[in-house]
Protein backbone atom coordinates (compact mmCIF):
# COMPACT_ATOMS: atom_id res chain seq x y z
CA UNK A 1 0.00 0.00 0.00
CA UNK A 2 1.43 3.42 -0.69
CA UNK A 3 0.79 6.06 1.73
CA UNK A 4 -0.01 9.21 -0.57
CA UNK A 5 -1.95 10.41 -3.31
CA UNK A 6 -1.10 12.41 -5.88
CA UNK A 7 -3.43 14.33 -8.60
CA UNK A 8 -2.51 15.19 -12.13
CA UNK A 9 -5.23 16.83 -15.08
CA UNK A 10 -3.78 18.69 -17.69
CA UNK A 11 -7.39 20.24 -18.19
CA UNK A 12 -6.57 21.65 -14.65
CA UNK A 13 -9.70 22.62 -12.23
CA UNK A 14 -10.84 19.05 -12.22
CA UNK A 15 -7.57 18.03 -10.00
CA UNK A 16 -8.39 20.49 -6.91
CA UNK A 17 -11.96 19.41 -6.96
CA UNK A 18 -11.06 16.19 -6.50
CA UNK A 19 -8.22 16.47 -4.21
CA UNK A 20 -10.91 18.44 -1.99
CA UNK A 21 -13.60 15.56 -2.51
CA UNK A 22 -10.72 13.01 -1.23
CA UNK A 23 -9.33 15.13 1.51
CA UNK A 24 -12.74 14.74 3.20
CA UNK A 25 -11.89 10.83 3.92
CA UNK A 26 -10.51 10.32 7.67
CA UNK A 27 -7.52 8.33 5.77
CA UNK A 28 -5.96 11.39 5.09
CA UNK A 29 -5.06 13.95 7.28
CA UNK A 30 -3.87 17.06 4.86
CA UNK A 31 -5.29 20.29 4.18
CA UNK A 32 -3.53 21.11 0.34
CA UNK A 33 -7.32 21.55 -0.95
CA UNK A 34 -9.74 23.66 -0.61
CA UNK A 35 -13.09 25.26 -1.49
CA UNK A 36 -13.72 29.44 -1.94
CA UNK A 37 -17.28 29.59 -1.03
CA UNK A 38 -17.54 33.44 -1.56
CA UNK A 39 -16.83 32.29 -5.31
CA UNK A 40 -19.45 29.74 -5.88
CA UNK A 41 -21.71 32.54 -6.89
CA UNK A 42 -18.97 34.29 -8.97
CA UNK A 43 -18.94 34.18 -12.79
CA UNK A 44 -15.48 32.70 -14.70
CA UNK A 45 -13.35 31.68 -11.05
CA UNK A 46 -12.59 28.62 -9.68
CA UNK A 47 -13.28 28.15 -6.04
CA UNK A 48 -11.66 25.18 -5.64
CA UNK A 49 -8.05 26.68 -7.27
CA UNK A 50 -5.47 25.90 -4.90
CA UNK A 51 -3.22 27.67 -6.18
CA UNK A 52 -1.13 30.21 -3.76
CA UNK A 53 0.13 33.71 -3.76
CA UNK A 54 2.71 33.20 -1.02
CA UNK A 55 5.85 32.47 -3.52
CA UNK A 56 7.42 29.56 -0.76
CA UNK A 57 4.31 27.36 -0.58
CA UNK A 58 5.06 24.11 -2.07
CA UNK A 59 2.95 23.94 -4.78
CA UNK A 60 5.74 26.40 -6.82
CA UNK A 61 8.53 24.20 -6.51
CA UNK A 62 6.42 21.06 -7.24
CA UNK A 63 5.42 23.31 -10.09
CA UNK A 64 9.43 23.45 -11.17
CA UNK A 65 9.77 19.91 -10.54
CA UNK A 66 7.16 18.57 -12.17
CA UNK A 67 7.22 20.82 -15.55
CA UNK A 68 11.08 19.80 -16.04
CA UNK A 69 11.79 16.13 -18.00
CA UNK A 70 14.86 15.65 -15.62
CA UNK A 71 15.40 12.88 -12.89
CA UNK A 72 17.06 14.82 -10.42
CA UNK A 73 13.83 16.87 -9.68
CA UNK A 74 11.94 13.39 -8.58
CA UNK A 75 13.28 13.63 -5.18
CA UNK A 76 11.97 17.06 -4.72
CA UNK A 77 8.68 15.78 -5.46
CA UNK A 78 8.77 13.01 -3.29
CA UNK A 79 10.67 15.68 -0.47
CA UNK A 80 7.44 17.21 -0.85
CA UNK A 81 5.13 14.31 -0.63
CA UNK A 82 6.17 13.13 2.44
CA UNK A 83 7.20 16.15 4.42
CA UNK A 84 3.22 15.18 5.55
CA UNK A 85 3.34 12.96 8.82
CA UNK A 86 0.11 11.31 7.87
CA UNK A 87 -1.68 10.33 4.79
CA UNK A 88 -2.31 13.22 2.37
CA UNK A 89 -3.34 14.15 -1.07
CA UNK A 90 -1.51 16.04 -3.38
CA UNK A 91 -1.55 17.92 -6.91
CA UNK A 92 -2.08 21.29 -8.80
CA UNK A 93 -4.77 22.71 -9.86
CA UNK A 94 -2.99 24.38 -13.07
CA UNK A 95 0.53 23.25 -14.83
CA UNK A 96 2.44 21.31 -17.13
CA UNK A 97 3.51 18.00 -16.58
CA UNK A 98 7.05 17.13 -18.16
CA UNK A 99 8.39 14.27 -16.19
CA UNK A 100 8.73 11.10 -17.85
CA UNK A 101 9.40 8.64 -14.97
CA UNK A 102 8.12 8.83 -11.41
CA UNK A 103 8.55 6.34 -9.10
CA UNK A 104 6.58 7.43 -5.75
CA UNK A 105 5.05 6.85 -2.72
CA UNK A 106 1.97 8.29 -3.91
CA UNK A 107 -1.18 6.39 -6.15
CA UNK A 108 -0.71 8.61 -9.04
CA UNK A 109 -4.26 9.75 -10.22
CA UNK A 110 -4.26 11.13 -13.79
CA UNK A 111 -7.50 12.44 -15.35
CA UNK A 112 -8.17 12.69 -18.67
CA UNK A 113 -9.51 15.89 -20.52
CA UNK A 114 -12.86 15.57 -22.18
CA UNK A 115 -14.50 17.83 -24.03
CA UNK A 116 -16.98 18.31 -21.48
CA UNK A 117 -13.84 19.10 -18.55
CA UNK A 118 -11.76 21.36 -21.55
CA UNK A 119 -15.27 23.82 -21.69
CA UNK A 120 -14.71 23.87 -17.74
CA UNK A 121 -11.20 24.76 -18.21
CA UNK A 122 -12.02 27.78 -20.59
CA UNK A 123 -14.82 28.99 -18.80
CA UNK A 124 -13.26 29.08 -15.28
CA UNK A 125 -9.76 29.59 -16.31
CA UNK A 126 -8.76 30.54 -19.77
CA UNK A 127 -11.52 33.03 -20.15
CA UNK A 128 -11.44 34.57 -16.63
CA UNK A 129 -10.66 38.97 -16.61
CA UNK A 130 -7.60 39.27 -15.21
CA UNK A 131 -7.02 42.90 -13.74
CA UNK A 132 -3.53 42.47 -12.26
CA UNK A 133 -1.92 42.00 -15.19
CA UNK A 134 1.67 42.68 -14.18
CA UNK A 135 1.31 40.39 -11.51
CA UNK A 136 -0.32 37.39 -13.10
CA UNK A 137 3.16 37.70 -15.46
CA UNK A 138 5.12 37.92 -12.65
CA UNK A 139 3.45 34.82 -11.03
CA UNK A 140 3.94 33.11 -14.31
CA UNK A 141 7.86 33.78 -14.86
CA UNK A 142 8.61 32.84 -10.99
CA UNK A 143 6.48 29.67 -11.09
CA UNK A 144 7.78 28.08 -14.80
CA UNK A 145 10.62 30.31 -15.18
CA UNK A 146 12.56 30.57 -11.90
CA UNK A 147 12.14 34.59 -12.26
CA UNK A 148 14.86 34.51 -15.06
CA UNK A 149 15.57 38.20 -15.93
CA UNK A 150 15.83 37.61 -19.47
CA UNK A 151 12.65 36.04 -19.97
CA UNK A 152 11.15 38.91 -17.60
CA UNK A 153 12.63 41.18 -19.58
CA UNK A 154 11.15 39.75 -22.84
CA UNK A 155 8.03 39.28 -21.26
CA UNK A 156 7.84 43.35 -20.74
CA UNK A 157 9.28 44.30 -23.68
CA UNK A 158 7.24 41.89 -26.48
CA UNK A 159 3.91 42.59 -24.31
CA UNK A 160 4.15 45.49 -23.18
CA UNK A 161 0.67 46.56 -25.04
CA UNK A 162 -0.85 44.01 -22.33
CA UNK A 163 0.45 45.78 -19.42
CA UNK A 164 -1.36 49.05 -20.23
CA UNK A 165 -5.00 47.56 -20.43
CA UNK A 166 -6.76 48.01 -17.26
CA UNK A 167 -8.14 44.00 -17.69
CA UNK A 168 -7.65 41.14 -20.19
CA UNK A 169 -8.87 37.59 -20.73
CA UNK A 170 -6.35 34.91 -19.11
CA UNK A 171 -6.30 33.64 -22.46
CA UNK A 172 -4.25 36.25 -23.78
CA UNK A 173 -1.93 36.05 -21.62
CA UNK A 174 -1.95 32.07 -22.02
CA UNK A 175 -1.00 32.64 -25.92
CA UNK A 176 2.14 34.18 -24.96
CA UNK A 177 3.05 32.38 -21.79
CA UNK A 178 2.19 29.00 -23.35
CA UNK A 179 1.11 28.65 -27.37
CA UNK A 180 3.41 30.43 -29.12
CA UNK A 181 2.35 34.23 -29.75
CA UNK A 182 5.13 36.29 -30.54
CA UNK A 183 2.70 39.55 -30.03
CA UNK A 184 -0.28 40.36 -28.05
CA UNK A 185 -3.52 38.82 -28.84
CA UNK A 186 -6.48 40.26 -30.51
CA UNK A 187 -10.20 39.67 -29.76
CA UNK A 188 -10.08 38.01 -33.09
CA UNK A 189 -7.74 35.29 -32.28
CA UNK A 190 -10.42 34.02 -30.10
CA UNK A 191 -11.63 30.96 -31.92
CA UNK A 192 -7.50 30.24 -32.78
CA UNK A 193 -5.93 29.90 -29.15
CA UNK A 194 -9.26 28.18 -28.23
CA UNK A 195 -8.41 25.52 -30.28
CA UNK A 196 -4.40 25.84 -29.53
CA UNK A 197 -5.01 25.27 -26.06
CA UNK A 198 -7.62 22.11 -26.99
CA UNK A 199 -4.94 20.48 -28.98
CA UNK A 200 -2.13 21.26 -26.47
CA UNK A 201 -4.50 19.84 -23.04
CA UNK A 202 -4.40 16.07 -24.99
CA UNK A 203 -2.79 13.70 -23.12
CA UNK A 204 0.34 14.09 -21.59
CA UNK A 205 3.06 11.74 -20.39
CA UNK A 206 2.19 11.73 -16.39
CA UNK A 207 2.79 8.07 -15.44
CA UNK A 208 -0.53 7.62 -13.79
CA UNK A 209 -1.29 3.92 -11.47
CA UNK A 210 -5.26 4.94 -12.05
CA UNK A 211 -6.69 6.97 -14.85
CA UNK A 212 -9.82 8.54 -14.25
CA UNK A 213 -11.71 8.56 -18.21
CA UNK A 214 -14.56 10.76 -17.68
CA UNK A 215 -14.54 12.95 -14.18
CA UNK A 216 -18.03 13.87 -14.40
CA UNK A 217 -19.05 9.89 -14.57
CA UNK A 218 -16.31 8.31 -11.75
CA UNK A 219 -17.20 5.74 -9.20
CA UNK A 220 -15.99 7.45 -6.17
CA UNK A 221 -16.26 4.11 -4.75
CA UNK A 222 -14.36 2.14 -6.60
CA UNK A 223 -11.60 4.83 -6.48
CA UNK A 224 -11.09 4.66 -3.04
CA UNK A 225 -10.51 0.75 -3.44
CA UNK A 226 -7.68 1.43 -5.90
CA UNK A 227 -6.16 3.41 -3.44
CA UNK A 228 -6.75 2.54 -0.15
CA UNK A 229 -8.80 4.98 1.41
CA UNK A 230 -12.00 4.95 3.41
CA UNK A 231 -15.05 6.17 1.36
CA UNK A 232 -18.00 8.51 2.59
CA UNK A 233 -21.25 9.39 2.42
CA UNK A 234 -19.98 13.01 2.50
CA UNK A 235 -17.07 12.48 -0.05
CA UNK A 236 -19.89 11.12 -2.79
CA UNK A 237 -22.01 14.44 -1.54
CA UNK A 238 -19.14 16.74 -1.98
CA UNK A 239 -18.66 15.20 -5.66
CA UNK A 240 -22.38 15.23 -6.52
CA UNK A 241 -22.20 19.03 -5.37
CA UNK A 242 -19.29 19.88 -7.48
CA UNK A 243 -20.38 17.70 -10.42
CA UNK A 244 -23.60 19.77 -10.33
CA UNK A 245 -22.18 23.30 -9.87
CA UNK A 246 -19.34 22.63 -12.90
CA UNK A 247 -21.81 21.66 -15.03
CA UNK A 248 -23.92 24.22 -14.73
CA UNK A 249 -20.78 26.68 -15.11
CA UNK A 250 -20.28 25.27 -18.51
CA UNK A 251 -24.07 25.30 -19.88
CA UNK A 252 -24.29 28.82 -18.28
CA UNK A 253 -23.28 31.04 -21.50
Not at 67 to 89: A, T
Not at 181 to 193: G, Q, R, Y
Request: hydrophobic share 30%.
Amino acid sequence: MKQHVHIYSSAGPDCGALGWVLEKSPTYTSTNFRINEEELDQKDVDPWDNHSDDHDHWSHKMIEAQELDDPSYVPVMEDIINSNKGRSVWGISYGAWEQKNWESNAYKIGIKTTTETFDYYWKLYANRPIDDIKESMNMHIHDHHQDDPKYREYMYTTFADYLKEDEIPFWKLQSAFWWGWKSCATDEDFNKAKEVARYNGQEPSYPADVLIDDIFNLDLQDLCNKIDCIYTEEMQQSYNFWVKWAKEQISDN
